[in-house]
């Protein structure tokens, strides 16, 4: 269901889950909206060639991102490869705009005077004030809305355009007057090897029995070591995270 990415959630409590996901195809743009009842662990990349951003129009607890707490307006753009680890509360919207970098940039000037260039690669997290932000929220809403109360509304010319246009002045507003734009820099390259070696090796183990011992093996971590890597990056302790995952795996088979 989720188009320009891999991704993978799973649900931290026990219930039954459900979701919500709107994909809505633009002429420079595209845009995805989504909604999860339960509180799950998230991993992934981005695959979209266009410059990508994710928002949280409604985090109602705390969201963690790669180890840190994210103020919950906080914008990150995502270019293609860039990976993801989040951690996020239940009963919580997201939504992930891909949209191509030169009309953004000219956008981006043309109504704040702010020259940024969209970067080829890897995060940046950007914080907007609260009054543009407010206004990307809306204009978000605003075209999530109007396309579930008429699907057909976007294969008019004019209003395809005039959502396009919305959304794309909301983002240019927010990005500009962001009070603060710095490189994404939550997790050291010790801790993203790490943490590679040993999701690889749970991808090329799926279906077999994994134990503690195997993960810091595949890491080349201590057991002390291990469990601080993956309580900042999931919450959770590698015993509780092999148990979710196997519950995970049983409920997908």
Same mark, same amino acid.
């Given at each position: 269901?989720?188009?320009?990415?891999?991704?993978?959630?799973?649900?931290? #409590?026990?219930?039954?889950?459900?979701? /919500?996901? #709107?994909?809505?195809?633009? /002429? %420079? =743009?595209?845009?995805?909206?989504?909604?999860?009842?339960? @509180?799950?662990?998230?991993?992934?990349?981005? *695959?979209?060639?266009?410059?990508?951003?994710?928002?949280?129009?409604?985090?109602?607890?705390?969201?963690?991102?790669?180890?840190?707490?994210?103020?919950?307006? $906080?914008?990150?753009?995502?270019? *293609?490869?860039?990976?993801?680890?989040?951690?996020? @509360?239940? /009963? $919580?919207?997201?939504?992930?705009?891909?949209?191509?970098?030169?009309? &953004?940039?000219? #956008? %981006?000037?043309?109504?704040?005077?702010?020259? %940024?260039?969209? @970067?080829?690669?890897?995060? *940046? !997290?950007?914080?907007?004030?609260? /009054?543009?932000?407010?206004?990307?929220?809306?204009? !978000?809403?605003?075209?999530?809305?109007?396309?579930?109360?008429?699907?057909?509304?976007?294969?008019?010319?004019?209003?395809?355009?005039?959502?396009?246009? #919305?959304? !794309?002045?909301?983002?240019? &507003?927010?990005?500009? $007057?962001? $009070?603060?734009?710095?490189?994404?820099?939550?997790?050291?390259?010790?801790?993203?090897?790490?943490?590679?070696?040993?999701?690889?090796?749970?991808?090329?183990?799926?279906?077999?029995?994994?134990?503690?011992?195997?993960?810091?093996?595949?890491?080349?971590?201590?057991?002390?070591?291990?469990?601080?890597?993956?309580?900042? =990056?999931?919450?959770?302790? @590698?015993?509780?995270?092999?148990? &979710?995952?196997?519950?995970?795996?049983?409920? *997908?088979?």
């Amino acid at each position: 269901l989720i188009r320009g990415g891999d991704a993978e959630f799973i649900q931290r #409590t026990p219930g039954a889950f459900k979701g /919500d996901f #709107t994909f809505i195809r633009l /002429d %420079i =743009s595209t845009v995805q909206f989504g909604y999860n009842n339960l @509180p799950h662990i998230g991993r992934g990349a981005s *695959r979209v060639d266009r410059a990508g951003f994710l928002i949280r129009p409604d985090v109602r607890g705390d969201w963690i991102w790669r180890g840190a707490s994210l103020h919950p307006q $906080s914008i990150i753009f995502m270019a *293609r490869g860039a990976e993801f680890q989040d951690i996020v @509360p239940g /009963d $919580s919207t997201w939504a992930f705009l891909s949209v191509e970098r030169e009309p &953004l940039e000219q #956008t %981006i000037g043309a109504f704040t005077g702010a020259q %940024i260039s969209i @970067p080829q690669h890897g995060c *940046r !997290l950007y914080l907007p004030p609260d /009054d543009s932000f407010e206004d990307l929220r809306f204009a !978000l809403r605003t075209v999530l809305n109007s396309v579930h109360a008429d699907p057909a509304l976007l294969q008019v010319n004019g209003a395809r355009r005039g959502a396009e246009q #919305t959304m !794309l002045q909301a983002l240019a &507003l927010a990005l500009g $007057s962001a $009070s603060r734009v710095r490189p994404e820099t939550y997790a050291s390259s010790t801790r993203q090897r790490v943490m590679r070696l040993v999701e690889a090796s749970l991808e090329a183990r799926q279906g077999e029995t994994v134990y503690l011992a195997d993960l810091c093996a595949a890491g080349g971590v201590s057991e002390r070591t291990l469990r601080s890597l993956f309580q900042e =990056s999931y919450g959770i302790s @590698p015993v509780q995270y092999l148990k &979710l995952r196997r519950l995970h795996q049983v409920r *997908r088979a």
